[in-house]
């Protein structure tokens, strides 16, 4: 049994997508991939306001794996959406572009997707909830599956294009799965990095400034396919894996798994050309 | 443009503590400009995981030279390599160093002499000062094709050339007019910049090392912070700064 390919009403050329914050804004890697050989391209998550991001070192290699700490760097709603108004550079790319955005408040995310639904170059958006909410002191919009609620409902009240939303791998992703399928939302993406820390034995002091970074990669493969094989179950709407995807092996694994899409997101570091390798293979 | 190729690599010497590969390129050398680096994957499955950046050493017709020091796992694989391996390397990446009208004196700290030879193709008649810890760690100037007007050499143990650091070296110049390019560990770095605060009219350009992801501006991972506590990417902002753009 095959899912569809189909978000909402959007239709989609394969099942290989590019992840949010390893894709940039979407013009880095046209040098090194032909983006109509892909699904769609996830775009790097935009703020509300905008974020110059956490000192240096904000990256560290790990066996298989990757910690990041990049702290959302970008360069705020306002910016991004009058330069879209603009100039829709998106609209040139020949694929489903997927616009990825987090708010400070419910109401942020509710004000962003209904601006950035305008643009006429962006298909489908993306509710990145698994980054820190300022004002329940730093914890993830999706630790509280209220938030969840509010946020899916009021969104898909007000925007008229599809849109996923993203969890954390360290919240009740499967409770909010199903928070966010009754609630209004068309897919949802499992998930984002996995808590991390590094530290430096020798000297007693932590690598990064916030002590715990994102970790992806390769590494975290298994855990991926095992919560996205738990939230498939849960849902009916399409679930987007991310998570140490590096082959059409692995792609295939998250689809047996219950995935309806496979995004890559390190692995677009390692190897640009890579998305468009997996999805020739998949085919 | 950037492009992403497999290259056969065509020479390998190994050469003191340092590594130098010549690679066949399709577009990669003919587009390079002197500053820039590529990024190489140096091992086809996930150890190491991330790429590796080295400053393209020189460049002629299609061949792209680099000059690598062994430090850990990664360069260790490329130590490793044979001639006739192919290697999975993305680039010309970055930016490239000005070329400005005044004399040049070339600040190089080590494996900080890569950049040089390339760049001395450009800038002919510059004046080399190059800093080593000990002669095991001074490469065979003479393999390398370049054109500085004249090589100072300094070493900490006074085994080849001047006994001292190549601040040393540096600071027997008046700096005013002429235009300095240094490459070498940050305290070298901040040790130059020590000497340029001092001097009137002084134009300089560090090319810096930082961890780096992706190489080409998109995992932000390669902050570097400004005086004004902003941040930019070594990547695509530099590698090649102002002395005084970055906080080193
Ligand atoms: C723009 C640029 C140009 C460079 N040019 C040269 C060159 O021409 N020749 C040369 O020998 N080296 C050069 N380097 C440094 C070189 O990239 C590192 O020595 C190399 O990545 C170390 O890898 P490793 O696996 O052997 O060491 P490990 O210590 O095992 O590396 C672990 C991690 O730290 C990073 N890392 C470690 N040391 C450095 C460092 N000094 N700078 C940057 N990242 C580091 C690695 O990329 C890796 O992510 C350059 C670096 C940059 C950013
Ligand atoms: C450097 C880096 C930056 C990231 N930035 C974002 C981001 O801005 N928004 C987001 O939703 N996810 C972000 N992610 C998470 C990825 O989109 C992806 O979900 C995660 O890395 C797991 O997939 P992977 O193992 O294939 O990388 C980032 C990941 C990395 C490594």
Redesign the pocket.
């Given at each position: 049994m095959k899912a569809p390919l189909k978000i909402g009403s959007l239709s989609f050329r394969n099942r290989v997508l590019t992840?949010?914050?390893?894709f940039g804004m979407g013009k880095e890697f046209s040098d090194f991939l032909d983006y109509s050989q892909l699904g769609g391209i996830?775009l790097?998550?935009i703020t509300k306001n905008p974020r110059q991001g956490n000192p240096p070192p904000r990256?560290l290699e790990t066996p298989y794996g990757?910690l990041?700490s990049?702290g959302?760097e970008n360069e705020g709603f306002q910016k991004v959406y009058q330069d879209l108004k603009k100039n829709d550079y998106l609209r040139q790319y020949d694929t489903n572009v997927i616009f990825?955005l987090a708010g400070d408040s419910v109401e942020d995310y509710v004000e962003m997707a209904r601006f950035f639904c305008e643009i006429e170059g962006i298909a489908m958006l993306?509710l990145?909830l698994?980054c820190p909410n300022v004002h329940e002191g730093g914890a993830t919009f999706d630790s509280n599956p209220e938030n969840v609620k509010r946020i899916v409902e009021e969104t898909a009240k007000t925007v008229s294009k599809p849109f996923t939303v993203?969890f954390s791998p360290s919240q009740d992703f499967v409770k909010n799965s199903r928070i966010a399928e009754y609630s209004g939302a068309h897919a949802i993406t499992i998930?984002?990095?996995f808590l991390g820390m590094a530290i430096h034995a020798k000297t007693k002091t932590f690598v990064f400034k916030n002590k715990t970074a994102?970790y992806?990669?390769p590494a975290?493969k298994p855990m991926?396919l095992a919560n996205v094989y738990r939230a498939a179950q849960a849902v009916k709407i399409p679930v987007i894996a991310?998570?140490?995807?590096s082959s059409a092996e692995d792609a295939s694994e998250f689809l047996i798994a219950g995935a309806s899409f496979i995004?890559?997101?390190?692995?677009n570091f390692v190897d640009p050309g890579l998305a468009g390798k997996i999805a020739k293979e998949i085919e | 443009m950037k492009y992403q190729e497999q290259c056969e690599i065509v020479e390998k010497i190994i050469d003191h503590s340092y590594l130098f590969l010549k690679f066949r390129t399709k577009n990669i050398a003919k587009n390079a400009l002197a500053g820039q680096f590529v990024n190489i994957r140096v091992n086809n499955s996930f150890t190491p995981l991330l790429r590796r950046p080295f400053s393209i050493t020189d460049t002629e017709g299609d061949t792209l030279s680099l000059l690598i020091l062994l430090k850990g796992k990664g360069t260790e694989a490329l130590f490793g390599k044979k001639i006739g391996d192919f290697l999975d390397i993305i680039g010309p990446l970055g930016n490239s160093f000005p070329l400005i009208n005044r004399r040049a004196i070339f600040v190089a700290g080590g494996v900080g002499i890569a950049p040089f030879f390339f760049l001395s193709k450009t800038i002919s008649s510059g004046l080399l000062l190059f800093g080593v810890k000990s002669k095991e760690y001074l490469p065979e100037l003479s393999a390398y094709s370049s054109s500085f007007s004249e090589v100072k050499i300094a070493s900490e143990d006074g085994s080849s050339g001047k006994k001292g650091t190549v601040i040393d070296l540096l600071s027997e110049y008046d700096l005013s007019d002429k235009v300095v390019y240094a490459c070498g560990p940050n305290p070298m770095l901040r040790a130059v910049s020590k000497i340029l605060r001092d001097c009137a009219q002084v134009e300089a350009y560090y090319s810096i090392e930082t961890i780096m992801?992706c190489g080409f501006g998109v995992?932000?991972?390669c902050a570097v912070e400004t005086p004004s506590g902003q941040y930019k990417l070594a990547c695509t902002d530099g590698p090649i700064f102002s002395w005084n753009e970055v906080k080193l």
């Open positions: 992840a949010s914050g390893t996830t790097k998550t990256i990757l990041n990049i959302l990825s993306e990145n698994s993203k998930s984002n990095t994102g992806s990669g975290v991926a991310s998570g140490g995807i995004s890559i997101g390190t692995l | 992801g995992c932000k991972g």
